[in-house]
């Protein structure tokens, strides 16, 4: 499967803890993007990075939020002092520069349950 | 107001429908526009994007109208396969895909 590939798939964890998502993007896509998808909404970008560097960042990520691509391939989001309004559907995409018509491919998302 | 807005739904119809589903755009500055189709738990994925000039893919037919800021998707001879939530989609973003999304509008096709 050379599609892009999240870990873990389901997390459930305390409040107050702290959690990490992976996401490993197609290959050769340089640019790579995290989204938070809550119950009834549409997803809401959170941040991309093109190659290693972090270009842009959503209010939403407070700075609670953390996400690293330290060497351009897979990508890691990590939650500290988790809340539970942080429970969502976090996904992970890419495309590469100039792809067509800018579509990005999905990961199938790694399910955040805070308790 | 939201930037992308879309009537949630649902849409109950019958398999062999034709069912049509309407967004909104605020930002006018925005440059490509798609529908996704999102199934139950699942990630998001691309149905197809949206050109000024209509564009057709089988039974689907999606319009963009720049000076309304109006995107549509017409779903023809529905099938109990089509049932899923279909999100209205526009890159503001430049350069890169910062892609906004609508909260969706859900679709239950029945016998």
């Known amino acids: 499967d050379t599609g892009v590939s999240q870990d873990p798939r389901h997390k459930i964890t305390k409040r107050g803890q702290n959690v990490t998502f992976r996401c490993d993007p197609i290959?050769?896509?340089?640019?790579l993007y995290w989204y938070r998808q809550t119950l009834g909404q549409g997803p809401e970008f959170l941040t991309y990075f093109q190659n290693e560097a972090q270009l842009e960042k959503s209010r939403l990520l407070s700075d609670r939020f953390s996400a690293e691509r330290p060497k351009g391939s897979f990508s890691t989001l990590e939650i500290q002092r988790t809340e539970q309004g942080d429970s969502a559907m976090y996904l992970c995409a890419s495309n590469p520069t100039g792809g067509r018509g800018n579509t990005i491919y999905f990961g199938e998302g790694s399910w955040l349950t805070v308790v | 107001r939201k930037e992308v807005e879309q009537d949630p739904g649902p849409f109950n119809v019958p398999e062999g429908a034709t069912v049509a589903f309407n967004c909104t755009y605020s930002?006018?500055?925005?440059?490509?526009f798609f529908w996704y189709r999102q199934d139950c738990r699942k990630e998001p994925k691309l149905l197809m994007s949206v050109y000024s000039s209509g564009n057709e893919d089988g039974r689907f037919t999606a319009q963009l109208n720049r000076a309304s800021q109006y995107i549509s998707l017409l779903i023809r001879d529905s099938k109990l396969s089509d049932s899923a939530t279909y999100l209205c989609?526009?890159?503001?973003?430049?350069?890169?895909?910062?892609?906004?999304f609508g909260t969706g509008t859900r679709l239950q096709v029945t016998l």
């Open positions: 989609v526009v890159n503001s973003g430049g350069t890169a895909s910062k892609l906004t």
């Open positions: 930002n006018s500055a925005s440059q490509s």
């Open positions: 290959s050769e896509h340089n640019r």
